[in-house]
């Protein structure tokens, strides 16, 4: 399976982003759409964090505290694609930001997409 994200940028504060994640390669029986998706940041000197996760039917979302009210995570499983809308962003969300498929014991990562939030 392949991850591939996309949208990062350079963005002021307050300013808005939406991150897309492109994935492919499904074998085994599976699909997109067996896969719940998540996306997870990496900030300079520190660990990696998870983001937002959209379970495999989209019914269900969760966020981390820094990110509600102002991420959303959505997923079109006709386009094998999640994404994640960022809006007021804030200095503290610089980081690189990085697509993850989960299903059981088996996860995938993409090489990620740099988001940087300044002035």
């Known amino acids: 399976v392949q991850l591939v994200e996309s949208g990062g940028g350079l963005v002021q504060p307050g300013g808005s982003l939406r991150l897309s994640c492109a994935a492919s390669?499904?074998?085994?029986?599976?699909?997109?759409?067996?896969?719940?998706m998540s996306w997870y940041r990496q900030a300079p000197g520190k660990g990696r964090e998870l983001v937002a996760t959209?379970?495999?039917?989209?019914?269900?979302?969760n966020y981390a505290d820094s990110v509600k009210g102002r991420f959303t995570i959505s997923r079109d499983n006709a386009k094998n694609t999640v994404y994640l809308l960022m809006n007021s962003l804030k200095p503290e969300d610089t980081a690189m930001y990085y697509c993850?498929?989960?299903?059981?014991?088996?996860?995938?990562w993409g090489q990620g997409t740099q988001v940087t939030v300044s002035s």
């Open positions: 993850n498929a989960a299903l059981y014991r088996t996860t995938y």
């Open positions: 390669g499904f074998t085994s029986g599976f699909t997109f759409n067996s896969y719940s």
């Open positions: 959209i379970t495999s039917a989209g019914v269900s979302r």
